[in-house]
């Protein structure tokens, strides 16, 4: 079995047709076809069968493919082991949101030009779901990522994932709203239930515990309101457009209140995510190190209000 065309199997269960396949790969369609009747010759099964003017996996091509994401991962670290020891060096490609960035990612960046001159990080802001989408397609080596634990990441069988730290949120109302400190979570949803809710445009997370959250208390919100920076958030609230989740020890407006979420809480959870059979990789394994013992040793980051994204 050629690992070749057991990528394009793989490539093809991720993207769906073999014309985006060959596209992503550099070849043509009727080479893709090729490969793929090629390789089912060689397992003795099918692996594709016709779907309208597309094809589709079977289970036994679904079942391969989940094998070869396993398998092509196992070959990329043999070759990686080759030189287990090797100085780090070449360039490391990094997309995360704001806050790991800015708080942990640039402070490395100084000693890494002193303890690594050959090492070079090259870093691009985003989201987590554009994060993860750069890695899948190998545009990046290492995604910054966050969930929240009331809404967690779905799992991905060919990405690992490192913890890194976590932090506390709260809910961001106006500064005369009648609601005690010492209510718990849902008493302090139920009390907002007739407001209007404003939530993040580049990622659903929040979006997810605070509809979760307001089922737990009986009730539908009604989110309207959608902005990418913590200080458009707090203005949105100052003006009464709406109430929003936002993190615990962030300066706030005058005219903004940060309520506690005690019962349950709400905790943002950041992650260091890379490909399996890359982990080994130098210059991966050393900054994800870094920013593990970084996590370890400093308190959680509390993330700029003008930063892009709740989250960040």
Do not use: C, K
């Not at 554009?130 to 969930?147: K, M, R």
């Amino acid at each position: 079995m050629e690992t070749r065309r057991l990528h394009l199997l793989v490539e093809l269960s991720r993207l769906g047709s073999m014309r985006a396949v060959a596209e992503a790969v550099g070849t043509t369609t009727s080479t893709v076809s090729q490969q793929l009747t090629v390789l089912a010759r060689e397992m003795g099964t099918a692996l594709t069968e016709p779907d309208g003017r597309r094809v589709r996996l079977t289970p036994a091509g679904r079942r391969l493919a989940e094998h070869g994401a396993v398998i092509l991962a196992a070959v990329e670290a043999a070759r990686l082991d080759l030189t287990p020891g090797s100085e780090p060096n070449g360039t490391l490609r990094v997309a995360g949101f704001a806050t790991a960035i800015r708080a942990h990612v640039l402070p490395l960046i100084t000693d890494l030009a002193a303890s690594h001159p050959r090492l070079n990080v090259l870093i691009r802001e985003h989201e987590p779901a554009e994060a993860l989408e750069l890695l899948a397609a190998d545009e990046t080596d290492l995604a910054l990522t966050y969930d929240y634990d009331l809404a967690p990441a779905d799992p991905d069988p060919a990405l690992h994932s490192t913890a890194l730290w976590t932090a506390t949120w709260g809910l961001g109302v106006p500064a005369g709203a009648d609601v005690t400190d010492a209510a718990d979570t849902l008493d302090v949803f139920a009390r907002f239930r007739t407001h209007d809710w404003i939530v993040n445009s580049r990622n659903t997370a929040d979006e997810t515990v605070i509809r979760t959250l307001a089922s737990m208390a009986g009730f539908t919100p009604r989110i309207t309101h959608q902005a990418d920076s913590l200080d458009l958030v707090q203005g949105m609230i100052t003006t009464g457009l709406g109430v929003g989740l936002l993190p615990v020890g962030i300066p706030t407006f005058s005219d903004v209140r940060l309520v506690p979420l005690t019962g349950p809480p709400v905790t943002l959870r950041a992650h260091a995510v890379a490909r399996h059979g890359r982990l080994a990789w130098p210059p991966l394994n050393l900054v994800t190190d870094l920013l593990v013992q970084r996590a370890a040793t400093t308190a959680a980051p509390v993330p700029d209000p003008a930063s892009p994204g709740p989250g960040d």
